[in-house]
């Protein structure tokens, strides 16, 4: 299917562990984003990627490690788990930077 | 320091009539602006844009004016209709810079259109 999908849409963890939220995308988008979003804060970046194992950080980066060896694929990793990372986790991609992005449908994390 | 700033939290507007939605804005390097759509348990969907060239841009029933002076910028969605119920988070740009920070979001509004 064309677009951008996320897995897994729901996912409990438990403090401490290591948890990957996987991101693809079909159009072959140069940029890719994570964004986090919560109550009271609404969406902010985490990390992006303008192109195949180019990434930087976004606004809010600790705790959070991303990679992107094929241009279709942007996975975020959490490497130790904490309660704080609870959230929805969206994942959108662009032509350009500051232009028009389109997200994925979501994933939940809840960390226990 | 939040650099988009959406003030109220949410609006309740009567089925018909106009809903407008207010975004200001701080950094005066944004040059594009950008409104997204959202319903629950679903990503955000872009709505409309504008870049900082112009005041105002129409797509059927949305419309979004700038005011550059100002650091506003508004949706204006007549008429309102039951299906325009969802959050709107307005969004900004250096687009002419590469837009290194992708999008800056506004922490959004939740739409209500009542019968």
């Known amino acids: 299917d064309a677009g951008i999908t996320q897995s897994p849409r729901y996912k409990i963890t438990e403090t401490g562990r290591q948890v990957t939220l996987m991101c693809h995308q079909t159009?072959?988008?140069?940029?890719m984003f994570w964004y986090r979003q919560d109550l009271g804060h609404g969406l902010r970046l985490i990390y992006y990627s303008a192109a195949a194992d180019i990434t930087d950080k976004g606004e809010v980066p600790d705790g959070y490690v991303v990679s992107r060896s094929k241009t279709e694929n942007f996975p975020l990793t959490l490497e130790s788990a904490t309660r704080s990372q609870t959230s929805v986790y969206f994942c959108?991609?662009?032509?350009?930077?500051?232009?028009?992005?389109?997200f994925g449908q979501g994933t939940r994390l809840t960390v226990v | 320091d939040q650099q988009v700033k959406q003030n109220s939290p949410s609006l309740s507007v009567q089925e018909g009539r106009i809903s407008i939605l207010n975004c200001d804005y701080t950094?005066?390097?944004?040059?594009?602006f950008l409104w997204y759509k959202k319903y629950p348990a679903e990503g955000p969907t872009f709505l409309i844009s504008?870049?900082?060239?112009?005041d105002k841009n129409e797509d059927g029933r949305f419309t979004v004016f700038l005011n550059k002076s100002a650091k506003h910028l508004s949706l204006h969605i007549v008429p309102s209709q039951p299906g325009d119920s969802a959050v709107y988070f307005c969004?900004?740009?250096?687009?002419?810079?590469?837009?290194?920070?992708?999008?800056?979001f506004g922490k959004g509004t939740h739409l209500i259109i009542q019968p």
């Open positions: 504008i870049s900082s060239i112009k």
């Open positions: 159009w072959s988008h140069s940029y």
């Open positions: 959108a991609s662009s032509w350009t930077a500051g232009g028009e992005a389109f």
């Open positions: 969004a900004a740009s250096v687009y002419s810079g590469g837009g290194a920070d992708g999008l800056t």
């Open positions: 950094n005066s390097m944004f040059d594009y």
